[in-house]
Nanobody, 116 residues
Framework: VQLQASGGGLVQSGGSLTLSCAAS????????MSWFRQAPGKAREGVSC????????YYSDSVKGRFTISRDNAKNTVSLQMHNLKPEDTAVYYC??????????WGQGTLVTVSS
């Protein structure tokens, strides 16, 4: 069972990145998928999540209108499109798959750095 996050990198303020999270060893179709981030010296925070069927999404106030979460259950992936990036978006981004407290998996994180 593994979640592999990718797509992070260095981008200038106002730029865009798309993060991807691929699952292996299990099917994502029954899981709520989320993206969290942790900036240096700060606690991990929830950024966005999407229901198992993709019909319901949530965004934190800090990213609403700039980030878009999506999922492709056939490809076993979830993505986070990030636009108009700001220096305060700099963080390690983690994907999470959760079905129940027992079935709760984390990816290894991908670093996003936004320069001003």
């Amino acid at each position: 069972v593994q979640l592999q996050a990718s797509g992070g990198g260095l981008v200038q303020s106002g730029g865009s990145l798309t993060l991807s999270c691929a699952a292996s060893g299990f099917s994502l179709e029954n899981y709520v998928m989320s993206w969290f981030r942790q900036a240096p010296g700060k606690a991990r925070e929830g950024v966005s999540c999407i229901s198992s069927n993709g019909n319901t999404t949530y965004y934190s106030d800090s990213v609403k209108g700039r980030f878009t979460i999506s999922r492709d259950n056939a490809k076993n992936t979830v993505s986070l499109q990030m636009h108009n990036l700001k220096p305060e978006d700099t963080a390690v981004y983690y994907c999470n798959a959760r079905w129940s407290p027992q079935y709760d998996y984390w990816g290894q994180g991908t670093l996003v750095t936004v320069s001003s």
